[in-house]
């Protein structure tokens, strides 16, 4: 598959009033959800997580979404308008941490295994090397070396509608990751050409596995 699909103009959307019109008038609820803070029940829910993309935007409008996990509450609410996020060891590609260093905005998604509504946090985000901070959140006594911080400027729960739809959370829906190719062999064939024997492979597969249980933290 190949090149880029035109749509057809004729039905393209591109203005926000018939943007509107094809939806119901949004829910008076829906709007007054939308806090400026942390309020105590966004607090336990950040606190449950252990999960959160976050979503950044390069100076030139690149956009861009990078996952962060870790054990449940690693996400610090430090106050009611600031959050702090560890930066673990990662691929160094910095993606989230170079954009956040031209644009500030930043935007949270927030989930908790076994729920299926989501906490959606908005704002603006500083990298910190305050010590007093990144020991805080140290794991297995690795201290991380960077920490995101965002000051909030919305929060709001999210309906329970798309997670249910698509039963992320259903035994009976997980799939084998055996039944695709593993992760090294996909970034070789995008890159450098996997081998074509199967032993080689499966020993640069290990060697990715052992990768990680070294450099976890």
């Known amino acids: 598959m190949s090149g880029d699909t035109v749509l057809n103009p004729e039905f393209l959307v591109r203005t926000e009033a018939d943007l509107r019109a094809r939806f119901p008038a949004t829910h008076d609820i829906a709007i007054k959800k939308c806090l400026d803070h942390v309020d105590d029940h966004a607090r336990a829910f950040i606190e449950r997580s252990p999960f959160?993309?976050?979503?950044?935007?390069?100076?030139?409008?690149?956009?861009?979404?990078?996952?962060?996990?870790?054990?449940?509450?690693?996400?610090?609410?430090?106050?009611?308008?600031?959050?702090?996020?560890?930066?673990?060891?990662?691929?160094?590609?910095?993606?989230?941490?170079?954009?956040?260093?031209?644009?500030?905005?930043?935007?949270?998604?927030?989930?908790?295994?076994?729920?299926?509504?989501?906490?959606?946090?908005?704002?603006?985000?500083?990298?910190?090397?305050?010590?007093?901070?990144?020991?805080?959140?140290?794991?297995?006594?690795?201290?991380?070396?960077?920490?995101?911080?965002?000051?909030?400027?919305?929060?709001?729960?999210?309906?329970?509608?798309?997670?249910?739809?698509?039963?992320?959370?259903?035994?009976?829906?997980?799939?084998?990751?055996?039944?695709v190719p593993s992760l090294m062999k996909i970034i070789l064939d995008q890159t450098t050409g996997a081998p074509s024997d199967p032993e080689e492979q499966k020993r640069l597969d290990e060697g990715l596995e052992e990768k990680y249980r070294q450099s976890m933290y």
């Open 52 to 179: 959160v993309c976050i979503g950044t935007q390069s100076a030139n409008g690149a956009a861009d979404v990078s996952p962060r996990g870790d054990p449940r509450g690693f996400v610090k609410v430090l106050d009611s308008r600031t959050l702090l996020i560890p930066d673990r060891p990662g691929n160094n590609r910095l993606d989230t941490l170079s954009n956040i260093l031209t644009n500030p905005k930043v935007g949270l998604l927030f989930l908790v295994p076994g729920f299926d509504d989501t906490m959606r946090v908005n704002g603006r985000a500083e990298l910190t090397r305050d010590p007093a901070l990144l020991s805080s959140m140290a794991v297995n006594e690795r201290i991380p070396g960077i920490a995101i911080a965002v000051h909030v400027d919305e929060v709001f729960i999210h309906c329970a509608k798309a997670l249910r739809r698509s039963r992320l959370w259903d035994a009976g829906q997980f799939q084998n990751r055996r039944d």
